[in-house]
């Protein structure tokens, strides 16, 4: 008891700890902002940054003495194709308010797209408002692609490694493998298991466990003061749903596609069948392209409202600007960002769940007589 009560206490000190340094980003811009007179205007576009994805990991910002906003910020590689390959850092694009001089191209960050220009940076445009300068091709390591190849290579190193003390041991895991073998045990006995079946299920526990930890550690990581919102990014959800779409219907068997045009069988004679069918197929082929696009929007906008929410409540604190009303967005804020954690598991359960379940009805067989 007395251990569980002191792990407890260092596990609240931990959350405290990260929410304080995740808050401290909008706490400082925040408090730039007050002498604009537009707070609101200057929290919404925070959050709206914060959403989005970038060239950089962005710290926090500041306004010096003389009236010059600075950032504070981890750059990444440009890459562009422009009549031959253009590699520079994202620290010449000063977040879209300096101009970037690569030989003898210019180029300026503008609503989150780069497009060439000249030593000005002029950008031209239309009368919707869209930039008619020409953009070149985008090849870049943005703040969401560098996360996503962060946790790949942290995924190999400790998968690696639990499976080295697998080997070194005689089946026994130690240190970090510990903690991760009974989660690997429930993914194959309580999910894959029981939906696709003793047989099958083998062969698609790669794909799952992968999954499954790719977007639980993707999640954590958003939580944390860098201010990643991988998982919010539909594109992002789009391709982890489309690889289930795939892996689905590529090893789908006879009985799997007997069912999408077929689904009565032999239960009724072919001409009383085709009126249903005029139905009934165009349902079952539809839920072909329902499923993937449930599991990709399920996981965008879960984790899109969850940042939105938490980073709203945080601005509040400076709305309020009393000793009831900041401290009360603070108390929100800070059960929000422990939901948060329970919400970043959930949403890696419910989409390798859900797959698994796909998985299932495309490794389905019957009995033939």
Avoid: C
């Avoid at 596990?11 to 400082?28: S, V």
């Avoid at 926090?60 to 590699?87: C, M, R």
């Avoid at 860098?226 to 892996?247: D, H, K, P, R, Y």
């Avoid at 596609?257 to 009126?275: E, R, T, V």
């Amino acid at each position: 008891m007395r251990f569980m009560l002191s792990s407890l206490k260092k596990f609240n000190a931990l959350i405290a700890l990260t929410a304080m340094l995740f808050f401290t980003p909008l706490l400082l811009h925040a408090k730039d902002s007050e002498s604009s007179g537009d707070l609101k205007k200057e929290i919404k576009e925070y959050i709206s940054h914060h959403l989005e994805d970038a060239y950089d990991f962005s710290l926090f910002s500041y306004t010096n003495d003389a009236g010059e906003h600075k950032y504070v910020s981890i750059p990444l590689p440009v890459i562009l194709w422009d009549n031959g390959l253009q590699i520079f850092s994202s620290a010449k694009l000063n977040h879209g308010e300096g101009v970037a001089k690569v030989g003898q191209n210019y180029y300026k960050l503008d609503h989150g797209k780069i497009y060439k220009t000249d030593a000005l940076g002029t950008i031209d445009y239309d009368e919707s408002h869209h930039a008619t300068n020409k953009a070149p091709l985008d090849i870049s390591i943005t703040k969401g692609v560098a996360s996503m190849l962060l946790i790949a290579a942290l995924m190999f190193y400790l998968f690696y490694s639990l499976a080295k003390s697998y080997a070194e041991s005689g089946g026994i895991p130690s240190g970090v493998g510990r903690f991760f073998e009974p989660i690997i045990l429930y993914i194959r006995d309580d999910i894959a298991r029981p939906n696709i079946g003793e047989k099958k299920y083998g062969k698609y526990m790669n794909f799952l466990l992968t999954v499954f930890f790719f977007i639980w550690f993707l999640n954590l990581l958003g939580l944390t003061p860098l201010g990643v919102n991988v998982t919010g990014n539909i594109a992002v959800t789009f391709g982890l749903a489309l690889l289930t779409f795939f892996i689905t219907n590529f090893t789908g068997t006879k009985d799997y596609w007997l069912h999408i045009f077929d689904p009565l069988g032999a239960s009724m004679k072919w001409y009383a069948k085709i009126p249903l069918y005029i139905i009934l197929i165009p349902i079952e082929v539809l839920g072909i392209f329902i499923k993937p696009f449930s599991l990709l929007i399920r996981l965008y906008a879960n984790m899109q409202a969850g940042h939105i929410v938490l980073m709203s409540l945080i601005g509040l604190m400076f709305i309020f600007k009393s000793w009831l009303g900041s401290p009360l967005s603070f108390g929100l804020a800070f059960a929000i960002s422990i939901i948060e954690l329970l919400v970043a598991l959930l949403q890696a359960y419910i989409f390798t769940m859900l797959s698994a379940l796909y998985f299932g009805f495309a490794a389905e067989e019957h009995e033939h007589h």
